[in-house]
C-alpha cells in the first residue's frame, strides 16, 4: 500500500496558534472591521527617540499623538499629582520588583495609575484613529482588528550618540543609561500584560530609524496606514 505524502506543515501558522493560544490574549486578525478606528501604537527600543517619527506621523497623516498626555491623563482620573507620573514609563519597573507573589493583593500607586492609564488607552484608542507611542498600548488595544503595532529598532552605537546628544553625558553614561531603562521597558510588558506578551513580540512592522532616518521612518508606518484605511473605505 503506498503511504500517503506527509501533509506540509504551515511552521509560521503554527507559532502563530502557539503565540495566541491565551483567549485572552485575543488573536490575530487579517480583516479590518469598520466599527473600529484605525490606531498605530509604536513600541520603541530605548534611545531611537520615536517621539520625533510619532510628531512626524501627526503632521503626515493629520490624526492625533499620544505620549505623556496619556499619563498626565491618567494622573487627572487618579488624582494624582502631574509631577509624580513624569518619570512613570521610566521608572515604574523599578519598582515593580519589590512585588512579590505574596503580596498580590497590595497595590502600588503604579499599579493604580496604571489602571488609569489602562482605561485613557482603551477610551482614546476606540474612540479615533490616533498614534499611541508606548504604555503598553499594542497589548491594552489588542482586540481592535484595525490597530497597526510597529517597533522602532536602531544599532547600539546609534541610539548611544542620540541619547549623549539629548542627554548632554559621556558614552558610558548613555550605555549604562539605555541599559537600565530598556530592561525597565521589558520588564514593564511583562509585569502588566501578565507575562502574555513582550515588548517586541507581535508587531507588523519593525522600522530602523538608523536606516531609514525619522522622515523615512514616517513614510513606512504611514503607508501601512493608508493601505488599511483604503481596505476600510475610508480613503
Known amino acids: 500500500m503506498a503511504k500517503k505524502p506527509d501533509k506540509k506543515v ?10 495566541y493560544a491565551n483567549d485572552a490574549l485575543g488573536a490575530p486578525t487579517e480583516e479590518g472591521d469598520p466599527e473600529y478606528p484605525v490606531v498605530i501604537t509604536i513600541a520603541r527600543e530605548y534611545g531611537t527617540d520615536a517621539h520625533e517619527i510619532g510628531i512626524a506621523l501627526q503632521e503626515r497623516l493629520g490624526i492625533p499623538l499620544y ?4 499619563l498626565i491623563r491618567a494622573a487627572r482620573r487618579a488624582d494624582t499629582v502631574v509631577d509624580k507620573v513624569a518619570p512613570y514609563d521610566e521608572a515604574v519597573a523599578a519598582e515593580m520588583m ?27 484608542g476606540s474612540s479615533e484613529s490616533c498614534i499611541i507611542i508606548g504604555r503598553l498600548s499594542d497589548y ?9 503595532n510597529v517597533f522602532v529598532t536602531a544599532p ?11 542627554r548632554g553625558v559621556s558614552e558610558q553614561k548613555a550605555l549604562k543609561l539605555i541599559k537600565r531603562m530598556q530592561r525597565n521597558r521589558e520588564l514593564f510588558y511583562k509585569r502588566y500584560s501578565a507575562g502574555k506578551t513582550k515588548l517586541r513580540l507581535g508587531k507588523d512592522l519593525m522600522v530602523n ?5 525619522v522622515e ?4 513606512i508606518i504611514a503607508k501601512a496606514y493608508e493601505v488599511k484605511m483604503r481596505e476600510l473605505g475610508r480613503m
Open 10 to 19: 504551515d511552521v509560521s501558522q503554527l507559532l502563530a496558534q502557539d503565540m
Open 140 to 148: 491594552i488595544l489588542r482586540d481592535n482588528p484595525n490597530l497597526i
Open 67 to 70: 505620549d505623556n498626555e496619556l
Open 209 to 213: 530609524r538608523a536606516l531609514f532616518g
Open 98 to 124: 519589590a512585588f512579590l507573589p505574596d503580596r498580590f493583593d497590595s497595590r502600588t500607586m503604579a499599579d493604580k495609575l496604571f489602571e488609569n492609564l489602562r482605561q485613557v488607552i482603551l477610551d482614546v
Open 156 to 166: 547600539l552605537a546609534e541610539r548611544i550618540e542620540i541619547v549623549q546628544a539629548r
Open 216 to 219: 523615512g521612518c514616517c513614510e
